[in-house]
């Protein structure tokens, strides 16, 4: 069975510091990783997703993510936040079971201050 | 190109009364994923369509049920409704069993009095 693991439910930071939001998976099989990101009383919006190739991952928002296979993770990063980045990030993993499967983890809540 | 749709935004309910939520997928896209996010907690998996065929169903009781229609637009009804389905139940669309990246509509508040 495949989990994930965000490792922080709350993320406080001030304003232009670097953060990183940490995300460990467990699978047997190949996995798709993805990190989402929702605005108060807004859906999921895509962020960033590694599905081969080049471990670093750069996504919207100047958001970046490295996928680490022998640690199982997935960390989010973004070397300096900004207040209009609080939100809740959730860090997902899909894996193919004859039809794709996606798990969310329980998610991590950004609190940049100013 | 449109995003996934729902409809409608709020909806507003009392206890025991049947609720009926609708999505529209990105164009183009023949799964449908429904799920529900309550306050304070994550997103729990209900439910997901394929091409008109239920293909999973996650742990809810079984109340909560829906359709996909041919057009790949889907339906989530909840029956009796209870004061603990107030949560924000969002939907999601990929590009069928092939699709590993689900794109997620701006979701429907229900509140139930």
């Known amino acids: 069975a495949q989990s994930v693991t965000q490792l922080d439910s709350q993320v406080p930071v001030f304003e232009e510091a670097p953060v990183e939001l940490r995300c460990n998976y467990s699978s047997s099989v190949s996995v798709y990783l993805f990190w989402y990101v929702q605005y108060p009383n807004q859906g999921l919006q895509l962020l960033l997703k590694?599905?081969?190739?080049?471990?670093l991952v750069k996504g919207i928002n100047g958001f970046e993510a490295e996928f680490n296979k022998s640690q199982t993770s997935f960390h989010l990063r973004k070397p300096s936040v900004h207040i209009s980045d609080t939100a809740e990030y959730f860090c997902?993993?899909?894996?193919?079971?004859?039809?794709?499967?996606?798990?969310f983890g329980a998610g991590t809540r950004l609190f940049v201050k100013a | 190109e449109a995003g996934v749709t729902q409809s409608p935004t709020h909806l507003i309910k009392t206890r025991g009364q049947q609720a009926t939520l609708r999505c529209s997928p990105i164009?183009?896209?023949?799964?449908v994923y429904w799920y529900q996010q309550a306050l304070g907690l994550g997103l729990q998996f209900l439910l997901w369509y394929d091409e008109g065929e239920e293909r999973n169903r996650g742990n809810f009781p079984p109340r909560f049920s829906g359709r996909q229609f041919p057009n790949y637009s889907s339906e989530l009804n909840v029956n009796a409704l209870e004061l603990e389905d107030s949560a924000l139940y969002l939907c999601?669309?990929?590009?069928?069993?092939?699709?590993?990246?689900?794109?997620f509509g701006p979701g429907t508040r229900l509140t139930v009095l």
């Open positions: 590694y599905l081969s190739g080049s471990t």
């Open positions: 997902a993993v899909s894996v193919n079971t004859g039809g794709f499967k996606t798990i």
């Open positions: 164009s183009g896209h023949t799964s």
């Open positions: 999601a669309s990929s590009a069928g069993l092939a699709g590993y990246t689900q794109y």
